[in-house]
Nanobody, 125 residues
């Protein structure tokens, strides 16, 4: 099983910066992608940024140029550097790990995916 623990959330003023961290319990080859999602009450959870095992990165159009996702394999940690924050960036940010069983035979022992409990980011205007 893979456990994800987010940290770094808090209150920040518009225009400020914040860095979120996601501690990954196991740096397994079975993780095909790690990503950040966010959710605001009344809205569906949306993808913010994702990085694959082959270092392919995708961002939501709303955060392109402002957010940077990165992965440190040595520290088993996923990061999300958020700059030029806006009020609309407010929400609970979740770390997510995608498991692909076709990567290796041993990967069939994992769940399809894993979620962290989230960390709250509040941007004041």
């Amino acid at each position: 099983q893979v456990h994800l623990v987010e940290s770094g959330g808090g209150l920040v003023q518009a225009g400020g910066s914040l860095r979120l961290s996601c501690a990954v319990s196991e740096d397994t080859i079975c993780i095909s992608a790690l990503g950040w999602y966010r959710q605001t009450p009344g809205k569906a959870r949306e993808l913010v940024a994702v990085v694959t095992a082959f270092d392919i990165i995708n961002y939501s159009d709303s955060v392109k140029g402002r957010f940077t996702i990165s992965r440190d394999h040595a520290k088993n940690t996923l990061y999300l550097q958020m700059n030029s924050l806006k009020a609309e960036d407010t929400g609970v940010y979740y770390c997510h790990a995608d498991i692909r069983p076709d990567i290796a035979a041993t990967c069939f022992g994992y769940d399809m995916d894993y979620w962290g409990k989230g960390t709250l980011v509040t941007v004041s205007s």
